[in-house]
């Protein structure tokens, strides 16, 4: 599909008077949007360590698994037709929830990123969010994937999305979960915090926004996580269980049984070392 034909590019110059040609420029040879002066530093990891990871993350048995339970989810708190991804990364999640019908645009900060999500088919902007400058009530839905966990300013990345989202829009969160987990790994990502279901709806609602469905996944990692990693920390040890680690595990039979167990416990069980939330404008 041809970036000038994109239907919610359309619709938002239709509707709205805008045009993504009013805040970045279009890279033919990269197929991106370059958003203008844009700020690297906002995205969650830096162009070396989203290239580093992307070779990873196409077999990922976390990666799999995780896009089976969102959009199992998202598809039941009847969230459709166009999704915008701030903080897409290198598009693993946006692609597969535009191959099942959700079209979703990635919006990444990192050059990297952006353009690895090119190449996955999905319609990029390379830039952050408020650079896009997008109207007021435009967008339906919004989805940031462990993302708000690594903000400095998350009060200011929840207006935004607020701003731009029409009434009753929807927001799709993920983030790391229980406290209990807190580990070197936490520090060395980036993250500012880990969450409880109490403290994510207490941020949200006090953002301007009403949580409609709410539950923890990963419920099988949150004993292995707490052994390799988290007690070690406590312990003492710096060291963590990195990245490659846990990304690079394709999960083979094994695996496979294990999806299919988290797959049927998401989002019902009291603990899990990642929560999902569905939250929707006030």
Same mark, same amino acid.
């Given at each position: 599909?041809?970036v000038n034909?994109?239907p919610?590019?359309?619709?938002?110059?239709?509707?709205?008077?805008?045009?993504?040609?009013? =805040?970045?420029?279009?890279?033919?040879r990269?197929?991106?949007?370059?958003?203008s002066?844009?700020?690297?530093?906002k995205s969650v990891?830096?162009?070396?360590?989203?290239?580093?990871?992307?070779?990873l993350?196409?077999d990922?048995w976390?990666y799999?698994?995780?896009n089976l339970?969102i959009?199992?989810?998202?598809?039941k708190?009847?969230?459709?037709k166009v999704m915008?991804?701030?903080?897409?990364?290198?598009?693993? =999640?946006a692609?597969?929830l535009?191959?099942?019908?959700?079209l979703?645009?990635?919006v990444e900060?990192s050059?990297?990123?952006?353009?690895?999500?090119?190449r996955?088919? =999905?319609?990029?902007?390379?830039?952050s969010?408020?650079q896009?400058?997008?109207?007021?009530?435009?967008l339906?839905?919004?989805?940031?994937?462990?993302?708000?966990?690594h903000l400095?300013?998350?009060e200011k990345a929840?207006?935004e999305?607020?701003r !731009?989202?029409?009434p009753?829009?929807r927001?799709?969160?993920?983030?790391p979960?229980?406290?209990s987990l807190?580990?070197?790994f936490?520090?060395?990502?980036?993250h500012?915090l880990?969450?409880?279901?109490r403290?994510?709806?207490?941020?949200?609602?006090?953002?301007?926004?009403e949580?409609?469905r !709410?539950?923890?996944?990963?419920?099988?990692?949150? %004993?292995p996580l %707490?052994?390799?990693?988290?007690l070690p920390y406590?312990?003492?040890?710096?060291k963590a269980?990195g990245?490659?680690?846990?990304?690079?595990?394709?999960?083979?039979?094994l695996g496979? %049984?294990?999806?299919?167990?988290?797959?049927?416990?998401?989002?019902?069980?009291?603990v899990?070392?990642?929560?999902?939330v569905?939250?929707?404008k006030?």
């Amino acid at each position: 599909m041809g970036v000038n034909m994109h239907p919610e590019l359309e619709r938002l110059e239709r509707d709205f008077a805008w045009s993504p040609n009013l =805040v970045a420029a279009w890279d033919s040879r990269l197929n991106i949007w370059l958003g203008s002066g844009q700020q690297l530093d906002k995205s969650v990891y830096d162009d070396e360590t989203w290239e580093e990871m992307d070779a990873l993350l196409d077999d990922s048995w976390w990666y799999r698994t995780r896009n089976l339970i969102i959009h199992s989810t998202i598809h039941k708190s009847g969230v459709n037709k166009v999704m915008w991804d701030v903080g897409s990364g290198t598009g693993v =999640v946006a692609r597969y929830l535009s191959a099942k019908g959700l079209l979703t645009i990635g919006v990444e900060p990192s050059h990297a990123g952006a353009v690895a999500g090119a190449r996955r088919g =999905v319609l990029s902007f390379c830039a952050s969010i408020e650079q896009l400058q997008l109207p007021n009530s435009s967008l339906e839905n919004v989805s940031m994937l462990d993302v708000l966990e690594h903000l400095d300013d998350r009060e200011k990345a929840l207006a935004e999305v607020h701003r !731009m989202l029409i009434p009753n829009g929807r927001l799709v969160l993920t983030v790391p979960a229980l406290t209990s987990l807190w580990s070197q790994f936490d520090i060395d990502a980036g993250h500012y915090l880990r969450y409880n279901k109490r403290s994510i709806k207490k941020e949200l609602e006090s953002n301007g926004f009403e949580v409609i469905r !709410m539950g923890y996944f990963f419920a099988l990692t949150v %004993f292995p996580l %707490f052994v390799l990693r988290a007690l070690p920390y406590r312990l003492g040890v710096r060291k963590a269980v990195g990245t490659e680690a846990t990304l690079g595990a394709s999960g083979g039979i094994l695996g496979r %049984f294990a999806a299919w167990i988290e797959r049927a416990i998401a989002m019902k069980t009291p603990v899990g070392s990642s929560l999902l939330v569905v939250a929707r404008k006030r």
